[in-house]
Every structure is written in C-alpha cells, then in structure tokens.
C-alpha cells in the first residue's frame, strides 16, 4: 500500500504545476507577441519615414507591449526577472547619470556654455550638465522605452516557438530593409530611399544584423539536422531550405554593404560571423564556458591590436576610425576635445555643434555613435557602457556555449553585441530609433534563450521527488 501511495503522490507532486493558464493571461500574453511581430514587420517602413514618427511609433506599440507582457502568466514573468535582475545595474546607471545632467549642479557645469549662450540661443543656461534639458529628458524617455522593449521581448521569447518566430521575421526585416537600399540605387526606385538626415545612417547597421541573423538560419539548419536519428541523410528538404534561405539573405545584404562602401564594416561583420563560427566549434570539440571566453578573448585581443592602430589615424580619436570628409567632423573634433568629463547633455549634439559652425550653416550630424556619447554622456559613463556591453556578450556567449540545440540564439546575440559595439566608432547607425528597436529586440531573444525554460521545472520536481521519498519512507 505504502508503495501504490509512493507512485501515486510522486506524478502528483510532478505535475502540480502545469494546470491550464486562465484564458485572460494567455490572451494578453498573446496580444503582446502580435505587438512585437507587428512591431518588427514594421521597420522597414520606419526605416523611410522621419526619425520622430518612428519614435512615437514605437513608443506606443512598446507601452501597449510592456502592459500585455507583464500581466502574463506569472511563471513566464518570473523566469524573465530571474535573467534580467543581473542586468539591473545596466539599466539604471543611465537613467540616474541622465537626471544627474538635468538636476541643477552648477560645480559640475562646463563653463564654455556660459560664455556661448547667445549662439547657442540659450539665455540661461541654469549651472546644469545639459545645455538642454527637453532633448534631455526626451532621450531619457526614449531610452526607457528601448529598455522596456527589451524586457517585453525576454518575456515574449520565452517560448521557444515564439523565439523562432521573431528569428525569422527578424531576418526577413533587415534583408528587406537591404533590399530597399539596392533599389533605391536604381532609377526606378530613386525617391525611396531618403537622401540627406539621419534616416540614411541606419542600413549599414540593418546590412550588417541581417548577414547575423541570415547566419543564424544557417546555424539552426544545420543544429536541427544534426539532432535527428539520420544525420547522414544529407537530402532533408528543411536543412536546404534553411540553408539556401539563411545564405541568399547573407548575399544580398553584403551587396548592400558592398554598395555603401562600408569595407571597414563588412570586416567587422565578418567578425561577427566569426564569433558564430567560433562558438559552434568549442560547442562540438566539448570545451566548457570559461575556457572558451578566454580563448576568445585572447584571440580578439590578438586582433584589435592589429586593427586599432591601423584604423586611428594621427591624433584624432574617435574620430579617427570615421570614414568622412575632415569639414564633415571638424565641429565633431572641436566637442571632443572641448567636452568636459560628464558632458553636455544627451540628445544635445546638434544644439552644441553650432559654436562651432559658421553662422546658417546646416545643423552637423554626429559622425559616430561613440563620439556622441562621448560628446554628450562624457568619456568615463561611455567607457562603463562599452564595459557593460561586455557583460550582455558574456551572457550571451556562456549561454551559447552552454545551451543544447537552441544555442543559436544566444550566439546571434553575441555576435550582435560585438558588431554593435565595433560599428559604433564606424558611424552613427545606433542613433536611429528604428535601429535601437532592432538591436534591442535581438539581444532580447538572444538573453531569453540564453538558459533552457525547463531547467527550473526540473529542479523543482527533484525537490519534490526527493521530498516525497523522505516522508513516505
């Protein structure tokens, strides 16, 4: 008798906790994913539009995502808090550094705004960090709302199927969105693709997440095939069709490399195929997590030491690994060099600029991301933020090494971390909201995926296996 209760109770004590979801959490679960493959589908056509439509448009659809995703069901809400709570750090320097540079603290002010606010058409500038509080406060409220995006998209991607599906269509957006840079190369297509602004500046860094993500259907044909019973079987329809798909999105998207005359980015994006490269290799030859980080790391060491020097050129700085006309960076150059430790303010490069520019001159753009942070955030937050993109690649990268057929995901968002993190001294790519909204839902997928969903079940019904077995016995 003792033993039938044994039997009994043990499946009881497994299966305790999949009972159905109610109805309403699984609904607002699946209205949030609709949101974000909407979202996505969408960037092609942000991608041409104006650079404020985009914002509000993701702006809103991330606010209605955020409040579906986090009335979901609460098991799939705390295993995504579990990943993201080592990131909290990450998420809340910016926001207190930003309202440090809006709160009035005239000691840590930059005194070459007091004697410039006539040309700046700033009165009074108040002894704030910020030259302007309003962009201030705007990129603060952007910046949540990238923040919010990603942890939305943790929570959607949970499930695996979910996180195939943002894959794919994640792959079909930034091919298209290289598709439509080719054919705005044509006559036909001329007007498509904006030619001046900061709407230009985004498909060099869609080429390159679509040859990463293009890779990653390469990588997931090939994991899938080789899981099943017959790996011989060389004639699976799915691996040639993954394969061919995943091979002719990464076609495409160096010709629009190629036809940017970004070398110095297909380089870079090499890299990052490397990176995916390099994890399926240490995944097959058995080699554990930290042996793998430094191996790689050496490597990557040995390679920027190649690069670096090569790529600066005299004594510019940042602004030496731009590609651009000297009179395109020269108002770049002068921020640099006359930027104090804690900055200007994020969201006022443009409004500084102009101290250095000739009087009806048009408003200069930032050459490159990392010499807008550094213009705006200062040097020192800008090299903590390198330093925690570092850790997002980490995580991602253990996960990849150590995650089973679904290492993919993880790898992809590895690899996007570094050719994120190199192509932010290329060019300015990463100051385009439809830009963020990309890289922050593929490093969101990539984080989702990084641990196996079921590994907290298991452990919970060992406890109870174990549990059950002491009382009984």
């Known amino acids: 008798m003792l033993g039938y209760a044994t039997r009994i109770n043990v499946p009881l004590a497994q299966c305790c906790a999949p009972f159905p979801l109610p109805r309403l959490t699984v609904l607002r679960l699946l209205i949030a994913s609709w949101l974000l493959i909407t979202l996505l589908a969408a960037t092609p056509i942000l991608a041409?539009?104006?650079?404020?439509?985009?914002?509000?448009?993701?702006?809103?659809?991330?606010a209605l995502m955020m409040a579906m995703a986090t009335r979901g069901p609460e098991a799939q809400i705390a295993s995504a808090a579990q990943l993201l709570k080592q990131f909290l750090l990450i998420f809340l320097l910016p926001v207190v550094w930003m309202t440090l540079q809006i709160v009035p603290m005239s000691s840590l002010a930059n005194p070459i705004w007091s004697a410039t606010s006539i040309a700046l058409n700033q009165p009074s500038l108040q002894g704030r960090i910020s030259v302007?509080?309003?962009?201030?406060?705007?990129s603060l409220f952007l910046y949540l709302v990238n923040v919010s995006l990603l942890v939305s998209t943790v929570i959607i991607t949970r499930d695996r199927r979910m996180?195939?599906?943002?894959?794919?269509?994640?792959?079909?957006?930034?091919?298209?969105?290289s598709v439509e840079f080719l054919l705005g190369r044509l006559d036909l297509f001329a007007g498509i693709i904006p030619q001046s602004g900061a709407a230009k500046n985004l498909f060099p860094a869609a080429a390159a997440l679509?040859?990463?993500?293009?890779?990653?259907?390469?990588?997931?044909?090939?994991?899938r095939h080789?899981?099943?019973?017959?790996?011989?079987?060389?004639?699976?329809p799915q691996l040639w069709v993954g394969v061919f798909c995943g091979l002719s999105g990464i076609a495409v998207a160096f010709a629009a490399l190629a036809a940017l005359e970004?070398?110095?980015?297909?380089?870079?994006?090499?890299?990052g195929l490397m990176v995916l490269v390099f994890i399926a290799a240490v995944r097959r030859l058995g080699f554990r997590f930290w042996p793998s980080a430094l191996l790689f790391l050496v490597l990557a060491a040995i390679a920027s030491a190649m690069v670096v020097p090569h790529s600066l050129s005299g004594?510019?700085?940042?602004?030496?690994?731009?590609?651009?006309?000297?009179?395109?960076?020269?108002?770049?150059?002068?921020?640099?060099?006359?930027?104090?430790?804690w900055g200007n303010g994020l969201g006022t490069f443009r409004l500084t600029s102009r101290a250095?520019?000739?009087?009806?001159?048009?408003?200069?753009?930032?050459p490159s991301t990392a010499v807008l942070m550094a213009v705006e955030a200062g040097r020192l937050p800008s090299a903590i933020l390198a330093a925690f993109a570092a850790q997002f690649f980490l995580v991602s990268f253990r996960g990849a090494v150590r995650r089973g057929r679904d290492s993919f995901f993880a790898a992809t968002a590895a690899a996007g971390v570094v050719v994120v993190l190199c192509e932010s001294f290329l060019d300015s790519s990463l100051s385009n909201p439809t830009i963020q909204a990309i890289v922050a839902m593929m490093v969101g997928v990539g984080l989702a995926q990084s641990v196996g969903r079921t590994s907290g079940a298991n452990h919970s019904a060992a406890s109870a296996h174990r549990n059950t077995s002491f009382i009984l016995n």
């Open 48 to 62: 041409i539009t104006s650079g404020s439509f985009a914002q509000h448009v993701i702006s809103l659809a991330t």
């Open 132 to 138: 302007d509080t309003g962009a201030t406060l705007q």
């Open 163 to 177: 996180a195939e599906t943002i894959l794919f269509v994640l792959s079909a957006v930034t091919t298209l969105m």
């Open 210 to 223: 679509a040859i990463l993500t293009n890779g990653a259907l390469v990588a997931r044909a090939l994991e």
């Open 226 to 236: 080789l899981h099943q019973q017959n790996i011989h079987n060389l004639a699976s």
């Open 262 to 271: 970004q070398h110095t980015l297909v380089a870079v994006t090499g890299c």
């Open 315 to 341: 004594s510019l700085g940042l602004v030496g690994f731009v590609s651009l006309p000297p009179e395109a960076v020269a108002p770049a150059r002068h921020l640099l060099s006359d930027a104090p430790t």
């Open 356 to 366: 250095y520019q000739e009087f009806g001159a048009a408003l200069a753009d930032p």
